[in-house]
């Protein structure tokens, strides 16, 4: 295995104004800004072209569908005479799917994003203190595989591991650890979510841990040797000196998982539109999904209103998140 | 003392060893079995004791999925692949170097306020972001297009925009300086001397942009309606009706699923492992820098 050279390169984001801070200064001064370099628009153009049709269009088109009737299979509400004002949002306050599936994406996050986290730090620590460069490479690309494979490809991997009969995971647990009668994975709608679970985490704790171990080598070794002069046990140098200087990457982590309430693909590989035995993984992301493109009228207009509320939430999270890890840095 | 102390020392990396060596098999078994289920026949596949190493093991599932052309569209999926995932990298690699020199290198009005809003964008959330792609792309007849999806992919370039930025503002600049002077214009500057310094840059975004189009599922399965221009991502979750074919210990169905999801991992695992040292740059001057 090659090493990672870049890795220990690696340099920390120097501190600088926010993005948001440097958007307003930008909008206050663009009147005082020189036109400069007209090949500059050349350059941005295509790029830009590219962008605000693809990315920025729906963004807009999105937000008018979510206040809107608009049904897929029904020509005449297309455009945008379908305007119906909140009504979207009336029905969904009385539609107890849409809550039931806010349940489950809730329970969904709130396991799977401190899962995830702990087992991606643990993992970072271990590779961490592995001497050897070559075997602390092998830890890492292996840790990394699961990550870079087609979501698609792992998920119907795991959903052969999770077969009742010819499935290897249950085979395991009748022969190796004597459980009798192993869980019905991916047929039982008590284990159907922690299917997804367990398969999801899989998926992605390797891009975390990779992310917690270039922070871990950019902290100063020289930190840890006085630590350990002062008589500090390792539990104590984790406690005391990695686990704060991580926290841009927890950070990061955290924000990065704010999506985790939107989970659809998961579900949709594993159980198709169904939602699973009695629905019981049919995540706000899949009940959406389902409304726009698999059942009835295609009701796009109900689903994005759905996606917006579930939008803002995962946006109020990660907010509220990232104020209290910086409050409580200053 | 000294002497315990290297016990412990001993002991601390043994169990560190072990810790890792555990972690190395749950993430490789599923590989494993994948690998070891593809070269096994009917009879290996369904015995009471499912071995890791097959004892007669045969090509015969592979060879289905690639010649029987009338049960298995995996070939064209994965030509699909090639296709999509290669347009999008030339399309992404190309633009975001062009956008992130004019960013780094080039000084015209409101240049910044593009960049950052380019940035704060990708905190936007997309709320019905998937339904209004949908409505566009039927408008724009790039539905079940290739191309359609390549430009779609393509289009989310804030981090590659980015990582070239800062590329560029990483290399010196008094060879464009110095080209400047002897009276090349902006474009010669950039194709001949800005690019051929920044080509790290652009092997990351590449990279990055070859592996998101490779795996992408939820926009390929809802903008895509026939299977034979289905990437093999999606491909490889619909595979039905093989089920029905007669199996042998030359041929399983299992074992052919098993050999597609092969042929769909082998790609990105060979790409990832010739190429982690620009995979960690990328992260870090990507995502972390942001």
Redesign the interface.
């Known amino acids: 295995m090659?090493s990672?050279?870049?890795?220990e390169r690696?340099?920390q984001?120097a501190p600088q104004r926010s993005?948001?801070a440097?958007?307003f200064y930008?909008?206050r001064t663009?009147r005082s800004?020189?036109?400069?370099?007209?090949?500059?628009?050349v350059?941005?153009a295509?790029?830009?072209i590219?962008?605000l049709?693809?990315?920025?269009?729906?963004?807009v088109?999105?937000?008018y569908?979510?206040f809107s009737d608009?049904r897929?299979i029904i020509p005449a509400t297309?455009g945008w005479s379908s305007f119906n004002g909140l009504d979207n949002f009336t029905e969904m306050w009385a539609d107890e799917t849409f809550w039931t599936s806010l349940g489950i994406a809730l329970k969904f996050t709130v396991v799977y994003v401190p899962a995830t986290m702990l087992l991606a730090l643990?993992?970072a620590v271990?590779?961490s203190?592995?001497?050897n460069a070559k075997?602390a490479g092998?830890?890492?690309?292996?840790?990394?595989?699961?990550v870079?494979?087609?979501?698609?490809?792992?998920?119907?991997?795991?959903r052969?591991?999770y077969h009742t009969e010819?499935g290897?995971l249950n085979?395991f647990l009748k022969s190796s650890l004597g459980i009798a009668k192993p869980p019905n994975w991916l047929g039982d709608a008590d284990w159907a979510l922690w299917s997804v679970l367990i398969a999801a985490v899989?998926m992605t704790f390797?891009h975390q841990a990779?992310?917690f171990l270039?922070g871990i080598y950019n902290i100063n070794p020289e930190q840890y040797e006085a630590a350990s002069i002062d008589g500090a046990g390792?539990w104590a140098q984790f406690r005391y000196i990695t686990l704060p200087m991580l926290k841009p990457?927890f950070v990061?982590v955290l924000v990065?998982s704010a999506g985790v309430l939107g989970t659809?693909?998961e579900v949709?590989?594993l159980f198709d539109t169904g939602g699973g035995p009695a629905e019981s993984a049919l995540t706000t992301g899949l009940y959406i999904?389902r409304t726009?493109?698999a059942v009835g009228d295609m009701r796009?207009g109900y689903?994005?209103?759905m996606?917006?509320v579930?939008?803002?939430l995962?946006?109020l999270i990660s907010g509220v998140v990232f104020k209290m890890l910086r409050t409580e840095r200053a | 003392m000294l002497r315990s102390l290297k016990r412990n020392l001993r002991l601390d990396a043994l169990l560190v060893n072990l810790s890792l060596l555990l972690i190395v098999l749950i993430c490789l078994l599923p590989f494993l079995w994948s690998v070891s289920s593809s070269l096994k026949g009917r009879e290996e596949l369904f015995q009471t004791l499912p071995t890791l190493f097959p004892q007669h093991p045969i090509l015969g599932n592979y060879e289905f999925i690639f010649t029987r052309r009338d049960m298995s569209m995996i070939p064209i999926n994965m030509l699909n692949s090639f296709k999509v995932s290669f347009l999008a990298v030339l399309i992404q690699t190309s633009l975001a170097t062009m956008a992130g020199y004019a960013f780094a290198r080039l000084d015209f009005k409101g240049r910044d306020l593009l960049f950052y809003t380019l940035i704060l964008l990708i905190f936007i959330p997309r709320a019905g972001g998937l339904m209004a792609v949908y409505e566009l792309m039927d408008a724009l007849g790039l539905r079940n297009s290739h191309l359609g999806l390549a430009l779609l992919f393509s289009s989310a370039m804030s981090t590659a925009v980015f990582i070239m930025k800062q590329n560029f503002l990483s290399v010196p600049r008094e060879l464009e300086e110095s080209a400047i002077i002897e009276g090349a214009n902006t474009w010669q500057v950039f194709l001949h001397v800005a690019v051929p310094l920044a080509k790290g840059g652009m092997v990351v975004v590449a990279l990055f942009e070859f592996l998101y189009v490779w795996g992408e599922y939820l926009i390929t399965r809802t903008l895509i309606d026939f299977p034979e221009l289905d990437t093999l991502s999606v491909a490889v979750s619909k595979i039905t009706g093989w089920a029905a074919l007669f199996t042998s210990s030359a041929f399983s169905t299992y074992g052919a699923e098993a050999a597609a999801h092969v042929v769909a991992m082998v790609p990105v695992i060979l790409i990832f492992i010739v190429m982690q040292k620009w995979f960690i740059r990328g992260l870090t001057d990507g995502i972390l820098k942001m």
């Open positions: 090659a990672f050279p870049d890795v690696a340099q984001p993005a948001w440097e958007f930008q909008v663009l800004q020189k036109w400069g370099n007209l090949w500059g628009y350059f941005v295509p790029a830009l590219l962008y049709i693809f990315q920025a269009w729906p963004i088109r999105g937000l569908m979510a608009y897929w297309h643990f993992v271990m590779i203190k592995v001497k075997l092998f830890y890492r690309v292996v840790s990394y595989l699961p870079i494979l087609p979501v698609s490809v792992a998920l119907v991997i795991w052969s591991f010819f290897y085979y899989w390797g990779l992310l270039i390792g990457i990061i990065l659809t693909v949709l590989v999904y726009a493109f796009m689903a994005a209103a996606s917006l579930l939008g803002l995962s946006m």
